[in-house]
């Protein structure tokens, strides 16, 4: 199974079982417990393949499947860069010391199993979300697009002013889309496969829970641009919220 496959068909296993917690009023915090190894091993048997042999993915002995993935994993199913004579697929944002790159065949992956930092309740507690939020950086390969057509444009080997360019005008339309939860026009840059992930009813249920929570997005100011490993960031501006609704 590719990245994307089981990235997908998690998040929407994931998303149904939130949804009916939901709708039976449980908290927050009850909705994390809920997600405890040895309860979804009895309730949720087809989350993960592992609960057939009760597998645990981390030798944790208090082991919560919240997330069951980490928001600073990065993958492309098509591969990322070429290493020699190997072709990596996946890499940690922060480059863990838990974790490590390791080699299987011809293919890099990034190996963390020994990483437990996003199983913990705390880590939950600030991260809680819906999934496909929480992982929205995952997947390197959703570049934005201009006309259904792939920027093939070198990030890396941009200035910052024009890197600033390129992104400026799709965040305005992104964020005025977010605001009005207008799907095309908030996803109009999107790659198909990105618009697949974020649907119309994805889009208005994420919109509505943040500005119910936090307002509507106001003014951005420019802070920064990093320059990553396999990347530029994304997140290139500071965005405040108006919190006067």
């Known amino acids: 199974m590719s990245y994307i496959t089981w990235f997908t068909e998690h998040g929407n296993k994931h998303k149904a079982i ?41 030798d944790v002995e208090h ?8 928001p600073l994993f990065r993958f492309n199913s098509n591969g990322i860069e070429k290493i020699d004579d190997k072709t990596a697929f996946s890499y940690c944002e922060v480059n863990s010391k838990f974790g490590h790159q390791g080699v299987f065949g011809d293919e890099i992956h990034q190996d963390c199993s020994q990483c437990t930092v996003p199983h913990s309740k705390k880590y939950f507690l600030r991260n809680y979300d819906n999934w496909f939020s929480v992982m929205a950086s995952c997947d390197v390969s959703l570049f934005l697009i201009d006309g259904q057509k792939e920027i093939s444009m070198n990030l890396l080997e941009k200035s910052d002013e024009e890197i600033f360019n390129e992104i400026t005008p799709i965040m305005d339309n992104m964020m005025e889309g977010s605001t009005e939860i207008n799907h095309a026009k908030h996803t109009r840059d999107f790659t198909d496969r990105m618009k697949a992930i974020v649907t119309p009813e994805n889009l208005q249920c994420m919109c509505k829970d943040y500005q119910a929570r936090w307002g509507l997005f106001g003014k951005r100011e420019f802070v920064a641009l990093f320059r990553r490993m396999h990347s ?4 290139l501006e500071t965005i405040l919220l108006q919190f006067d609704r």
């Open 63 to 70: 082991l919560n499947c919240y997330l069951c993935a980490c």
């Open 18 to 58: 939130v949804e009916k917690l939901q709708a039976k009023d449980l908290s927050k915090e009850d909705i994390i417990d809920y997600f405890d190894f040895d309860n979804m091993v009895k309730y949720e048997s087809d989350f993960c393949e592992l609960y057939a042999d009760r597998k645990k993915c981390h």
């Open 232 to 235: 530029i960031c994304s997140n």
